[in-house]
């Protein structure tokens, strides 16, 4: 066995029994139409080039950010992505966004491939497909006011900007946030965390986008206010049939505002799935050490889960482990996860069987267990 963290825990943790019940097979039998996908990305690579020498630098390797990341987003859907930090989260968000360019591969909106645009092409994409930042405090320039703020993007995008009056935009914009509209001139420091971020999604819709990329957009708030930014999300995403990539560390949020979920693990995606399967089901045992950490309120319910506590740190993404790449940290690792990578797809042993066990995951030896049920 190669360089396998074992974990004692682990062999009290039992396999979960076959779903039976009306409500799975209610879930299996509905035809699933999500209709043309919104972004497709295929094999997106960002690799970012490591120096030495001040004067003469030379690359001496890469930190491979993102290795290999291929999903859809389809449209008013919002799709999770979750992941330890410096798996590459933020880093796929903005190659979505084209702030950062990809090293290869292709993100296609609505079957253009934006990582192969430039100029005006580029710029009319970038106005769809548009971002809420993590943190509420840095991201609002302190010396504006809250009205130029959420008028920014009219500069950059006159072609969109409203023809009349441009004040009473910005107005109807902060009342769609559940903001006072004569608030318009004052300044980001006369506002509480919760109205900043609301602030920051006013000026992401400020252009009718149809995508929007949230980078752990509610990660900098206290838990009441999150759950207002939250509902505020979901309802917006309703009114104007929005799409988000919405990436963040707490599993039960993700859970609550997505339709499905990828799970991101040293640059690459290991299972993806909606959230019934990668929360009730998941195969992929990096999942499930993640959601058996999920801490659970109910002490019934505590008491009878197990716990997966991952041993070891997360290898350098500059020198990943061939094959597998969660295999230096996986109890169940074998020679076969040093020498092939696991391929994202539905595993053979699930393929064609009436389970929600039966979606992707990158494991050689994918299996459910019954870790946890979240939140
Ligand atoms: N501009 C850069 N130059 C070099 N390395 C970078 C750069 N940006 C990110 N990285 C590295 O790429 C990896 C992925 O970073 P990224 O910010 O995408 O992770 P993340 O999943 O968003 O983490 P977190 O949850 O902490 O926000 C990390 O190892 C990070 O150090
Ligand atoms: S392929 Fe599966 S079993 Fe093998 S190391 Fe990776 S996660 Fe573990
Ligand atoms: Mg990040």
């Keep these: 066995m190669a360089e396998t963290a074992k974990n004692e825990e682990v ?59 291929s999903f859809d987003l389809y449209k008013g859907e919002t799709l999770g992505i979750v992941g330890e930090s410096g798996c590459g989260k933020s880093t796929v968000a903005k190659l979505l966004m084209t702030l ?7 993100v296609f909106y609505k079957g253009q491939d934006i990582t192969k645009l430039s100029g005006r092409a580029l710029k009319a994409v970038r106005r769809n497909i548009q971002m809420v930042f993590q943190d509420p405090y840095t991201s609002l320039n302190p010396r504006m006011t809250v009205g130029d703020i959420i008028g920014e993007p009219f500069d950059i995008h006159p072609e969109v900007a409203p023809k009349g009056d ?44 149809e995508v929007i990329i949230c980078d752990e957009p509610v990660s900098a708030l206290d838990v009441s206010v999150q759950a207002q930014v939250i509902n505020l999300m979901e309802k917006l995403q309703n009114e104007f049939e929005l799409s988000y990539v919405f990436i963040a560390h707490d599993l039960s ?14 640059g ?15 195969t992929h045992p990096y ?15 505590r ?22 790449r969660f295999r230096t940290r996986c109890w169940k690792a074998q020679d076969k996860c040093a020498e092939e990578v696991p391929l994202l797809a539905v595993p053979e042993v699930f393929a064609g069987k009436k389970t929600l066990a039966a979606h992707d995951s990158a494991c050689h030896f994918a299996e459910e267990r019954d870790v946890v049920h979240a939140a």
């Design 268 to 282: 690459k995606m290991a299972e993806i799935g909606t959230d019934s399967e990668i929360y009730d089901h998941p």
């Design 100 to 106: 950062e360019t990809a090293t290869s591969g292709e």
């Design 166 to 209: 441009r004040r009473k935009r910005v107005q109807e914009l902060l009342d769609v946030v559940g903001l006072n509209p004569e608030y318009i001139n004052r300044y980001p420091h006369q506002f509480s965390g919760g109205q900043r971020q609301r602030i920051g999604i006013a000026r992401g819709l400020a252009l009718n986008p």
């Design 253 to 266: 949020i993700v859970r609550h505002i997505s339709d499905r979920v990828g799970v991101m693990y040293l």
């Design 287 to 301: 999942t499930q050490a993640l959601l058996s950490a999920v801490p659970v309120p109910d002490p019934a319910a």
């Design 11 to 69: 062999s009290d943790v039992v396999p979960s029994t076959a779903e039976t019940t009306a409500e799975v097979e209610a879930v299996l039998d509905a035809p699933v139409d999500r209709g043309e996908p919104i972004l497709q990305v295929r094999n997106l690579v960002k690799h970012f080039p490591l120096t030495q020498g001040i004067l003469f630098k030379k690359q001496i390797g890469a930190v491979k950010a993102v290795d290999g990341v």
């Design 303 to 324: 008491e009878g889960r197990e716990r997966i506590i991952l041993t070891g740190d997360v290898p350098s993404p500059a020198n990943p482990p061939s094959g597998c």
